[in-house]
């Protein structure tokens, strides 16, 4: 069965600083990869995704990923945080016709 | 492009009495999923419709059931209401389906039993 584990409840840096979010996946088949970002009060927003290719992801609010495949993980990076990245972030993953499951998410909280 | 719709924002239910809450996906997209979102639980797979066919179910009791319509709308209905329903019930649509398409989200509607 697929399972996804974010490590991490609660994560806190400071602004300025470098992130990464630990994502570990399980799942028999070459998955789709996805981080997910959660403002309070809102849906989820799509950061980026990985189906295949490049291992390194690009994604919007200057994210990135990457992908390795010997280690089943997808942790989400970024170089320097901004105090509005402070929210909640989702690691996923689907293939094919299977449901997209996500993970119990982490809680970044920025300093000032 | 207007975005996913859910509705109602917010809700408040006594326990033992029914609800129904509604998504209307982006338009052209066919594949309405619903997510549960609890602070202990995280997002638990709720069910997906593709083209008014369920295609996926997660592993909730009969009390929670789905449909959708011709138009791609989708309601989700939850009888027989428990305290531990209380949650925030999100709608995913999304061109696709199945676990290769990125899921673009509603805000939720958030429900309150008591």
């Known amino acids: 069965a697929q399972s996804v584990t974010q490590p991490d409840i609660h994560i806190t840096v400071s602004e300025g600083a470098s992130l990464e979010l630990r994502c570990n996946y399980s799942y028999g088949a070459t998955p789709y990869l996805f981080w997910y970002v959660q403002s309070p009060g809102q849906g989820l927003q799509l950061l980026l995704k990985y189906f295949s290719g490049d291992t390194l992801v690009q994604g919007i609010k200057g994210f990135e990923a990457e992908f390795k495949r010997s280690q089943s993980s997808f942790n989400l990076r970024k170089p320097s945080v901004h105090w509005s990245d402070a929210a909640e972030y989702f690691c996923a993953v689907g293939a094919g016709d299977d449901k997209i499951i996500f993970g119990k998410g982490t809680r970044l909280h920025i300093l000032p | 492009k207007a975005g996913v719709t859910q509705t109602p924002r917010y809700l408040i239910k006594t326990r033992g009495q029914q609800v129904t809450l509604s998504c209307s996906p982006i338009s052209g997209h066919r594949s309405v999923s619903w997510y549960q979102q609890t602070p202990g639980q995280g997002l638990q797979f709720l069910f997906e419709y593709f083209s008014e066919t369920q295609r996926n179910k997660g592993n909730f009791p009969g009390r929670f059931s789905g449909r959708q319509f011709s138009n791609s709308r989708s309601e989700m209905n939850v009888s027989t209401l428990e305290l531990g329903d209380s949650a925030l019930y999100l709608c995913?649509?999304?061109?696709?389906?199945?676990?290769?398409?990125?899921?673009?989200f509603g805000n939720g509607t958030r429900l309150t039993v008591t």
């Open positions: 995913a649509s999304t061109s696709g389906s199945g676990g290769n398409s990125p899921l673009h």
